[in-house]
């Protein structure tokens, strides 16, 4: 077999009772799934680091210079090439930073002809840079003398020391906290920024452009419920016309029992070395599924990730009827491709020791092994979903089968060996479709799921 679970009727009807538990909802955050990262877990300079070490393949010298942070910078923003070249006095086009440089300059962040690519940087270039790369600067020139005087008091300096534009920016990056007050012993008159106040300066960049991780929060925050299930409640069925003409074919033509549709805009980002996703349907599962982690001792940063479930609803079942939890849609045979409301929740751990946790976990309070079977979490299923990006002992490698239109995408999970023929099955539907195929590693229970086990 390869798809992602088939939720039972029942498993789904439950939902519409688990939307009101605790206390019902706390309000509907316009934010509340894309939310930036808590404020009460300042994110450390090593954090940032791993970010860009495993996502871009940045790291960053003690000794660093304004040429090497250049760069880094422009790797992290993925900047594209500039359209029109751009004459500096001190970088030729054949020199490495050109194309960064350049780049740089067409989106303001560099100002200056003459970049210093080779001198130390200084904390307050670093801080300046970061100020326009974030989209901050117009800000940073509305600041009138005495606002930015205050601003600068925190780090001891005054606004004559720098001229008006470089003290505006300062004081804007102080202000928005762009430049943690942890740094501020760094802000000195020629000071060399380290290589820590730099891994910070672009991972605040990134999270001010929306480029860093995106989650609700931790496990162990107070209002992580409330924000679970405003995500839950504000999410809908998804839907893309252009990318369900192939997938639902597949469906109808037995190339996959199933599919899963996604929207990356939700996706957390997280380090995959530290990350593994959990997939499920009912809402109060997954705030008890927190709750578990919390009583285990793990922490870990939390993102909602809406997806919608597509399989065949047979004809024999009965009428499907009409929920907000699915829609159905009939097909030529007389059954019908029933398209449900789930979600996926990825979980960022603080290490490696606790993503290994997870997997005894689930196993002894969120794996069904018996009918009525007591003290399981609410909804367990019999063959629960959780994944990882990377190797982990005990899981099982299989592949994702991938196609995407924009920001949506559709997903079909398989045997490896199976992969094949899932990838030719979607193009015979549809030649000019892009098909990504890639391996990653599965709890053992949804393993057999795939071999065909329905317990």
């Given at each position: 077999?390869n798809?992602?679970?088939?939720?039972?009727?029942?498993?789904?009807?439950?939902?519409?009772?688990?939307?009101?538990?605790?206390?019902?909802?706390?309000?509907?955050?316009?934010?509340?799934?894309?939310?930036?990262?808590?404020?009460?877990?300042?994110?450390?300079?090593?954090?940032?680091?791993?970010?860009?070490?495993?996502?871009?393949?940045?790291?960053?010298s003690?000794?660093?210079?304004?040429?090497?942070?250049?760069?880094?910078?422009?790797?992290?923003?993925?900047?594209?090439?500039?359209?029109?070249?751009?004459v500096?006095?001190?970088l030729?086009?054949?020199?490495?930073?050109?194309?960064?440089a350049?780049?740089?300059y067409?989106?303001?962040?560099?100002?200056?002809?003459?970049?210093?690519?080779?001198?130390?940087?200084?904390?307050i270039?670093a801080v300046?840079?970061?100020?326009?790369?974030a989209?901050?600067?117009?800000?940073a020139?509305?600041?009138?003398?005495?606002?930015?005087a205050?601003?600068?008091?925190?780090?001891?300096?005054?606004?004559?020391?720098?001229?008006t534009a470089?003290?505006?920016?300062l004081?804007?990056?102080?202000?928005?906290?762009?430049?943690?007050?942890?740094?501020y012993s760094?802000?000195k008159?020629?000071?060399?920024?380290?290589?820590?106040?730099?891994?910070?300066?672009?991972?605040?960049?990134l999270?001010?452009?929306?480029?860093?991780?995106?989650?609700l929060?931790?496990?162990?925050?107070?209002?992580?419920?409330?924000?679970?299930?405003?995500?839950?409640?504000q999410?809908?069925?998804?839907?893309s016309?252009?990318?369900?003409a192939v997938?639902d074919?597949?469906?109808?033509s037995?190339?996959?029992?199933?599919?899963?549709l996604?929207?990356?805009r939700?996706?957390?980002?997280?380090?995959?070395s530290?990350?593994?996703?959990?997939?499920?349907?009912?809402?109060?599962?997954?705030?008890?599924?927190?709750?578990?982690l919390?009583?285990?001792?793990?922490?870990?940063?939390?993102?909602?990730?809406?997806?919608?479930?597509?399989?065949?609803?047979l004809?024999?079942?009965?009428?499907?009827?009409?929920?907000?939890?699915?829609?159905?849609?009939?097909?030529a045979?007389?059954?019908?491709?029933e398209?449900?409301?789930?979600?996926?929740?990825?979980?960022?751990?603080?290490?490696?020791?606790?993503?290994?946790?997870?997997?005894?976990?689930?196993?002894?309070?969120?794996?069904?092994?018996?009918?009525?079977?007591?003290?399981?979490?609410?909804?367990?299923?019999?063959?629960?979903?959780?994944?990882?990006?990377?190797?982990?002992?005990?899981?099982?490698k299989?592949?994702?089968?991938?196609?995407?239109?924009g920001?949506?995408?559709?997903?079909?999970?398989?045997?490896?060996?199976?992969?094949?023929?899932v990838?030719?099955?979607?193009?015979?539907?549809?030649?000019?479709?892009?098909?990504?195929?890639?391996?990653?590693?599965?709890?053992?229970?949804?393993?057999?799921?795939?071999?065909?086990?329905?317990?």
């Amino acid at each position: 077999m390869n798809a992602l679970s088939l939720p039972s009727r029942k498993l789904l009807i439950s939902t519409i009772v688990a939307a009101t538990i605790a206390g019902g909802y706390q309000g509907l955050a316009a934010s509340a799934y894309a939310a930036a990262p808590a404020a009460s877990h300042d994110v450390q300079a090593s954090e940032y680091a791993l970010f860009l070490k495993d996502k871009f393949a940045v790291t960053l010298s003690a000794g660093i210079t304004k040429g090497e942070f250049l760069s880094a910078l422009a790797d992290a923003l993925s900047v594209q090439p500039a359209e029109k070249p751009h004459v500096f006095s001190d970088l030729s086009p054949t020199d490495p930073l050109y194309a960064d440089a350049a780049a740089l300059y067409a989106l303001g962040v560099i100002t200056s002809d003459a970049v210093g690519g080779k001198q130390r940087l200084t904390a307050i270039n670093a801080v300046q840079i970061a100020v326009k790369a974030a989209g901050l600067k117009e800000l940073a020139y509305t600041y009138p003398a005495s606002k930015t005087a205050a601003a600068l008091s925190k780090v001891k300096l005054k606004p004559a020391a720098l001229g008006t534009a470089a003290s505006q920016e300062l004081a804007a990056a102080i202000d928005t906290g762009l430049l943690p007050a942890s740094y501020y012993s760094e802000i000195k008159l020629k000071g060399a920024a380290s290589r820590e106040l730099s891994e910070v300066l672009i991972g605040q960049t990134l999270s001010v452009q929306g480029l860093y991780k995106h989650y609700l929060g931790y496990a162990s925050d107070a209002d992580i419920y409330a924000k679970v299930q405003d995500a839950f409640a504000q999410s809908d069925i998804i839907q893309s016309p252009e990318l369900q003409a192939v997938v639902d074919k597949a469906l109808e033509s037995n190339i996959v029992t199933g599919y899963n549709l996604k929207d990356s805009r939700y996706e957390a980002n997280f380090i995959d070395s530290l990350s593994l996703v959990y997939g499920h349907s009912d809402l109060k599962h997954s705030l008890q599924l927190i709750g578990l982690l919390r009583s285990e001792g793990i922490d870990a940063k939390i993102q909602f990730e809406p997806k919608t479930s597509a399989f065949i609803y047979l004809k024999e079942w009965g009428e499907p009827g009409v929920s907000d939890l699915y829609t159905v849609k009939q097909i030529a045979n007389g059954n019908y491709i029933e398209y449900a409301k789930e979600y996926d929740l990825a979980f960022e751990f603080a290490n490696a020791a606790d993503k290994a946790k997870f997997d005894g976990i689930i196993a002894a309070y969120a794996k069904k092994n018996e009918d009525n079977q007591p003290n399981l979490l609410y909804g367990s299923w019999w063959q629960p979903l959780y994944w990882s990006l990377t190797e982990l002992p005990g899981y099982k490698k299989i592949t994702n089968n991938k196609i995407q239109h924009g920001h949506y995408y559709a997903q079909s999970f398989s045997l490896t060996n199976s992969s094949a023929s899932v990838v030719s099955g979607f193009r015979e539907i549809d030649p000019s479709v892009k098909v990504e195929s890639y391996d990653f590693w599965t709890d053992v229970p949804f393993y057999n799921y795939l071999n065909g086990e329905s317990k």
